[in-house]
């Protein structure tokens, strides 16, 4: 008599970024404490917030690319026999007065039911990603994703989150902001500028920062993949990424100032570098670099996980 064995739980998690969507498909174990199969770690490059963000909505080429870059998550999905589906969306979809109509779009054309979430929440699921990549022990650590729509700064040690922060200032606002004609070099006075907007906008960080004096910094995903790609010359796959990086500290400086004194053309062909991220990691170097100096931190570590691992970890704890 043979036995049958039910489908193994397949899980598909969606991190739908401002810049890039994730999706990432694992196989739950059975045994309570194993570690779950990751089955594919992909992402595409959407822009959401291209052409719009900073007016508050989303243009309809990014909002097309959304459609479409789903219809594609929905067929590897069907491909890798997924059984259970969490889908997020973030800062683009929190702040346009049309995300929840590409909400109920994308669920009209898939079946996928994204969940649009807050700051506060969005924050807690990074430093959640973030433990299961880099063991934080006991000190405290500052960690920080920047987004294209909102950056996201965490305070916690490997139990706790001492403080924790989403500010709507992410890369792609501050190229409409700051850069706006991103194909020449970006001129020093609008680092300057960037740099005087950040000590007003981050006041609440630096004084979490005086109050907690974290130890290290790590940061997560995007800009900080690109920094560790620069660091070791070459474009690593998203398959490839170890879960944590060592970024020394003169090799991000080396990487800022190749990113701020090369026009466009020049910045896309640096060896690691993404040609999506050319423009936003100069807006992006400016940033960690005024944590940097309001931290005074030399340790930094980036993290390949993030929002969706969070997501997987508190899923497998539930």
């Known amino acids: 008599m043979s036995v049958h064995h039910p489908l193994h739980r397949r899980l598909a998690l969606i991190d739908m970024g401002t810049n890039t969507f994730h999706l990432l498909i694992v196989e739950l174990p059975e045994a309570r404490h194993a570690q779950p199969v990751t089955l594919l770690r992909t992402k595409v490059g959407v822009r959401l917030g291209e052409g719009g963000i900073s007016k508050g909505q989303i243009a309809p080429e990014p909002y097309a690319r959304a459609l479409h870059t789903l219809a594609g998550f929905k067929e590897e999905m069907e491909l890798h026999q997924v059984t259970d589906v969490r889908a997020t969306a973030t800062s683009a979809m929190r702040v346009t007065s049309n995300g929840p109509e590409l909400v109920k779009d994308i669920f009209e054309q898939t079946g996928i039911q994204v969940e649009v979430i807050a700051g506060d929440r969005e924050a807690e699921l990074i430093c959640a990603g973030v433990r299961r990549a880099v063991p934080l022990g006991p000190e405290k650590h500052l960690i920080m994703d920047i987004g294209g ?21 992410g890369a792609q606002r501050l190229l409409d902001k700051f850069f706006p004609d991103p194909s020449g070099v970006f001129p020093p006075e609008a680092v300057a500028a960037e740099k005087a907007y950040f000590q007003q906008v981050l006041a609440p960080l630096a004084a979490a920062v005086a109050e907690f004096r974290p130890v290290g910094m790590v940061g997560a995903s995007g800009s ?15 398959a490839d990424l170890p879960p944590s990086t060592d970024l020394p500290l003169e090799s991000f400086h080396r990487s800022q100032q190749q990113l701020l004194s090369l026009p466009h053309e020049q910045r896309k062909a640096l060896p690691g570098i993404l040609p999506m991220r050319a423009d936003m990691l100069v807006v ?5 670099d005024y944590v940097l100096e309001l931290t005074g931190l030399t340790h930094l570590r980036t993290s390949a996980y993030a929002l969706k691992e969070g997501l997987l970890a508190e899923m497998l704890a539930s």
């Open 149 to 169: 729509g909102s950056v996201e700064f965490i305070i916690a040690d490997e139990s706790q989150i001492f403080w924790k922060q989403s500010f709507e200032i």
């Open 224 to 238: 900080f993949d690109s920094l560790a790609d620069m660091h070791l010359g070459c474009l690593r796959a998203e």
């Open 284 to 288: 992006a170097v400016v940033l960690i």
